[in-house]
């Protein structure tokens, strides 16, 4: 069965820190995988996605993420952490001949000063 | 241009009655997905519209429904609420179908059964 996991289910990271949250997925077909934050109140926004090509994406508000294939994740990351940052944060997959996307269960993160 | 705009964004209902929660798109997005959010399943796919059709449909009872208008405009509509049903309810648009198109999500409808 298809499953999106994000293993960490809260974070906390002080201010200026890296961070990296993880998430792995079991999917039969080479999936899209996307990254969102979800702020207090709010819907989700998109932070960056893959489809193909370079392992490496590029996001908003300085976040990037890898694709690895071999071990089937795709792991976001930041270099220094912003106490704007606090959120939760949502993994997808999804795949283009269907359009739901599956999300994780969510990584919860807070920054202290 | 404007962002998905979901109404109302909150709502309380007695277990037994129906509700009816409206999305409007982004405009020229053609395609709108709905999804729940509960702390304990959290967030799980219930429709997608295109073109005023149903195409895909969750894991849910058929007393969750919806439609979409030729606006684009969509509905969604769950009849003999239960306790369970209490969550965010999102609304996502996108120009097409697929998940390579960019689903832009609204701020929700919080609902809640009392």
């Known amino acids: 069965a298809q499953s999106v996991t994000q293993p960490d289910i809260h974070i906390t990271v002080s201010e200026g820190a890296s961070l990296e949250l993880r998430c792995n997925y079991s999917?039969?077909?080479?999936?899209?995988l996307f990254w969102y934050v979800q702020s207090p109140g709010q819907g989700l926004q998109l932070l960056l996605k893959?489809?193909?090509?370079?392992?490496l994406v590029q996001g908003i508000k300085g976040f990037e993420a890898e694709f690895k294939r071999s071990q089937s994740s795709f792991n976001l990351r930041k270099p220094s952490v912003h106490w704007s940052d606090a959120a939760e944060y949502f993994c997808?997959?999804?795949?283009?001949?269907?359009?739901?996307?599956?999300f994780g269960k969510g990584t919860s993160l807070l920054v202290t000063p | 241009k404007a962002g998905v705009t979901q109404t109302p964004r909150y709502l309380i209902k007695t277990r037994g009655q129906q509700v009816t929660l409206s999305c409007s798109p982004i405009?020229?997005?053609?395609?709108v997905s709905w999804y729940q959010q509960t702390p304990g399943q959290g967030l799980q796919f219930l429709f997608e519209?295109?073109?005023?059709?149903?195409?895909n449909k969750g894991n849910f009872p058929g007393r969750f429904s919806g439609r979409q208008f030729s606006n684009s405009r969509s509905e969604m509509n769950v009849s003999t609420l239960e306790l369970g049903d209490s969550a965010l309810y999102l609304c996502?648009?996108?120009?097409?179908?697929?998940?390579?198109?960019?689903?832009?999500f609204g701020p929700g409808t919080r609902l809640t059964v009392l």
């Open positions: 893959y489809f193909s090509g370079d392992t």
């Open positions: 996502a648009s996108s120009y097409g179908q697929g998940a390579i198109n960019e689903q832009f």
């Open positions: 997808a997959v999804g795949e283009n001949s269907g359009y739901a996307l599956n």
């Open positions: 999917y039969g077909a080479t999936p899209y």
């Open positions: 405009s020229g997005h053609r395609s």
């Open positions: 519209y295109f073109s005023e059709t149903q195409r």
